[in-house]
């Protein structure tokens, strides 16, 4: 089925340091989602975009809706270590209220 | 938003069984949603159940082997069937969050085909 593609993979990073993640998709959606699973949990969610150009922050963590519908990014500010995680991009369209996740990205963050 | 219990937790079960997964959600909801995460990967969606209609099934996944019941707006099951080793994977049960705030998601069922 359709997938949301994530960069990067994985990414290992000292406290403190900033991170930047990004989803890519061959196909338009109105609605970008970013959320966190950790181990042996569901994902939660973390923001939530809805217009094309949206810049939306929650804390230390910032996402943007690209202006093509196509993309999103997500950044954290000044990593601490309860960061550790696979965060997930999701896209969807209103009226199919289907989530389309990303492949993921997972983040470990040192001490 | 939404509270969603999800039982079992985990399990361990025989090949050729059957396990079926409960989700409770704490307030009334129009739609739930089933997803399989298997291992290392991302989320993939099995079904949306309304209640008081069948479930509608993406492609790949097949009533006769994930049977789900949607009785009331606040409960579902999943069931899957006939299990082999190739399902284990993570269950979830998600449900639309209020004012269109995203979707929630259960802690999910881990589960293991020996």
């Known amino acids: 089925g359709q997938q949301l593609n994530q960069s990067p993979q994985s990414m290992f990073i000292q406290e403190g340091e900033d991170v930047s993640m990004n989803c890519t998709s061959s196909s338009i959606f109105n609605t970008w989602l970013w959320y966190k699973q950790d181990p042996g949990e569901g994902p939660v969610l973390l923001i939530a975009?809805?217009?094309?150009?949206e810049l939306t922050s929650n804390g230390r963590l910032t996402a943007q809706f690209g202006i093509t519908r196509k993309d999103s990014f997500l950044n954290i500010s000044a990593s601490i270590p309860s960061d550790v995680g696979i965060y997930f991009c999701a896209g969807m369209n209103t009226g199919f209220q289907k989530l389309v996740f990303g492949t993921g990205t997972r983040l470990l963050v040192s001490p | 938003s939404a509270v969603i219990s999800q039982k079992p937790s985990r399990d361990i079960c025989q090949r050729g069984t059957s396990l079926t997964i409960q989700c409770q959600v704490d307030s009334q909801v129009t739609m739930m949603f089933w997803y399989r995460q298997q291992p290392g990967q991302s989320l993939t969606l099995i079904a949306t159940?309304?209640?008081?209609?069948?479930?509608?099934?993406e492609s790949g996944f097949v009533i006769d082997k994930f049977p789900i019941s949607r009785p009331n707006l606040t409960f579902s099951t999943l069931t899957v069937s006939n299990m082999s080793p190739e399902d284990s994977s993570i269950y979830l049960c998600s449900v639309e969050g209020l004012l269109n705030y995203g979707y929630t998601f259960g802690s999910g069922t881990r589960l293991t085909v020996v």
């Open positions: 159940a309304n209640q008081g209609s069948e479930a509608t099934y």
């Open positions: 975009l809805y217009k094309a150009g």
